[in-house]
């Protein structure tokens, strides 16, 4: 027998879609936090509402890695419709848990694979007496079973079903039961494995919060004072809006009641887009969330957005595309669509969190940055990031006060002797000066158009202004690089091979970046956080010859954009591209970059 | 002329504002065209109600029509934006501030064709809207393609014959909930222009549909929205007379119940029937009298439909006194101390 790794396992389980095994699973992975143990959690769920497979991974890490892990160390087939596929996916060595309520068929079972037998169908017949609970609380009993196993102590169960039910003692006590049935099973049977042990490591995780992107980005709406928002339900995004209506309340009403915010379901993204491009236009702080399909429809208004210069803040959680694609599979493969979004020569800003934090602070300053440069922010999020758990150090209060950027009021435009032009490059950065319907002076209104319009605003076919007025917003793009968030970098391998990641790409490149350099390739490091590329990726690709980009799309969309902005260098670009709609792990990394070496 | 001469001969409304203020850039639509004439009674409609140019956004979508919100009141903002979506951005707008008066101004293939979908959950939502659309039975910015509102049978330009039925607009609105619906004609100021006042009034979505005619792109023979101009023809056909009903504290001083046959450039002719006894606070008889005038061809005009109780978009969301566009960091931002608290929360 191997000597089991201490606190380093990867816990796959295979169930029903809606079989309520999403709250044992919440229960297991939970417990192992509050272990102290580094851990992260992955749901690959279907496009249905009950009865298709789903599978949930738990991976605990001792060097603290948040990413998918390639190897299954132990699976839980407690789905008859995948145990066939799904015993085939352990690794070598590994575990199938399996309910032996009736015996296991004889080609689930597989050579150098320990099988342990826990009969959850037969255990909450006999000891739960709803029958309407049974299913449910089928899953707990391999809860119990997994903790018994791998050391997750009872008393940790316990208190984390007091954190998640807190006041409600009953659904604690019939849950608790349950977990027991499994953990006693396991005790009574002597069954044991040396795969791994989870150790508590006290403090572990003190202090950290665990929360998903989607939670992370609704909080960092609220806190980037999103007053309008015009959203249409579509998954992997609806838990962004729908978390903020939980939250905003309790921040945004005022001594007598009402309401400083608004949430509106539009009737389309059509709409939704168009209502935020309205209330930007206003001059309220304004924004969406969508995915894919609904960034499409959004297309031609976001045009419009660039071209009239109205504020607005875009969240896109991508998934698999196209049209429908993997609704409820992660993907990055929205990222040209946000950049160059709508028709005509627009480029955008975008912003792309990699991690609980940054999608936090990316999606308050997002609002700044689009009142700052008058126009469509995108902050790109994928499913990966948006409705995963992480855990997290805290948030970070925003060290920054709002900024509305060049926006007059009645004081300022006195200041300036009553004079504004709308679309005049004053400060020769390309941002003009706006102003706001209601502003209580006589040269404040303009006319917005998405028509072609001269520096004042006015209807305009002239060749001269129109091309001034698209080399204006060109200009104004150029001064968004040194505005956007840094891309943060990580040199001094001296290899001359360099890695860009930029998302939920970006833990696993970390991982896989360890594992070269264990075995002998060292990499230098540069996380993308934006587009327009800052000033700092010039220098990066100046330093490396060799450029690895990697991205979960099929076209390397990234690569084209650094390759298309530095054509000197275009060869030193080597997409790693995965696309499957499954998370990236860091062995598809390291391979991809290995065959591309030759190695 | 001398200035002060000028000046004393100009009325000018309560705000001291003349109808000059009132006027926007020079029209830039063919000689003749229905919008033009609608843009005259907005004018002169905000000037008698001596509406704050400040306080007005002007809205609209592509197309002949959606230009016309550059014809008039320069001093307010607008937002010429893109085809058939004005009525979302209206609802932005009116989120972002409910203290503003917005006036939007859309053709029957921006509001009936691309934008029907988002037309009608505006109309739901009953935001405050002045809403017009300028209904001529053609796309015109396109050159004359059948709209939604063309009418089974009538031939465009091109020759090619409508199968469709039309799209009522004004039955549209009251069946989706709109709270104020009125039609009109667009050489009729006389009652175009009290229409418009009460609407700019009304806390909630006002929808006239007003006809327009294009005098390019339908009004040739074989089109059944083909209207003379109707200066023209004013005198001949007598003076188109309308019965405004409740509410009133607009003007009204002319008989009702009576046709008015508008004669056209091809020799044909539309019917306006100015509606009489009809109780506008009736949704039934509402539809009823749009319906009778749909079998008899008759295109019933005036004040259709009217509900003053109904909250409007702003008070169903509970929005304040001050508008959201014009909050700042302090009301907007949460504390520190509530981030610190949110932290805690999440630390399981
Ligand atoms: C998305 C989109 N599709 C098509 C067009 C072309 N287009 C411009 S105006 C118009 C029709 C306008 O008709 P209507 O709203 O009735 O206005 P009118 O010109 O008759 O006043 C069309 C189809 C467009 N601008 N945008
Ligand atoms: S084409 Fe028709 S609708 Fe357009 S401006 Fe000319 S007359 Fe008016
Ligand atoms: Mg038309």
New binding site residues.
Partial sequence: MTTPARNDVNICVATKNGSGSASANAILFKSIFKMGIPCSAKNLFPSNIEGLPTWYFIRASQDGYQCRKDAIDVMVIFNDATELQDVHKVRAGGIVIHDDSKPLRAELRRAGVQYIGVPAGNLVREHIKQPQLREKQRNMVYVGALARLFGIPRGTIEAVLKDTFGNKPAVIESNLLAIDLGYKHIEATGATQSVAQLAELPGGNDGKIMIEGNAACALGAIFGGAAVVAWYPITPSSSLVEEMIARIEEYRVDEHGHRRYTILQAEDELASATMVVGAGWVGARSMTATAGPGLSLMQETIGLAYFAEVPGVFIVVQRGGPSTGLPTRTQQADISLMHQGSHGDTRHIVLIPHDMRSAFELTWKSFDLAERFQCPVFVAMDLDLGMNLYSSKPFEYPDKPFDRGKLLGVKELEAQGGKFRRYFDLDGDGIPQRTIPGTDHPAAAYFARGSGHDSDARYSEDAKVYKEQLDRLRRKYETARKWVPEPIVENGSRSGVGVISFGSSMESTREARDRLRAAGLPTDHLLLRALPLAPEVGTFVADHKEIYVVEQNRDGQMTQILRDEFPKHADRFRPVLVYDGVPIAAGQIVSLINSQRGT | MSELARQTQEAANRLNLTKKDYVGAES???R?????AITASIIQACFDISLDPKRVIKLSGI???S?TTNYFMNQSFGFNSVHGRMAALAVGAQLANHTLVPIGVS?DGDTASIGLGNFGHMIRRNIRICYIC?N?G?Y??T??QFSATADRGTRAKKGWINPWDAIDLAAFAITLGATFVARSFSGDRKQLAPLLEAALQHKGTAVLDVL????????HEGSTKSLKSIRANRDALNEVEFMLPEPTDIHVDYAEGTDARVRMHDGGVVTLHKIKDHDPRDRTAALLTLERGRKEGKFMTGLIYVNENEPDLAEVENLGEVPLSFLGEKELRPSREALDRINASLMQ
Avoid: A, M, Q, Y
């Fill in positions: 830039t639509l063919c003749g065209c229905g919008h033009d197309g002949c029509s230009k053709g300028e001529n053609v015109g910015l050159k004359g327009s005619p294009c005098v390019t792109f339908n009004d």
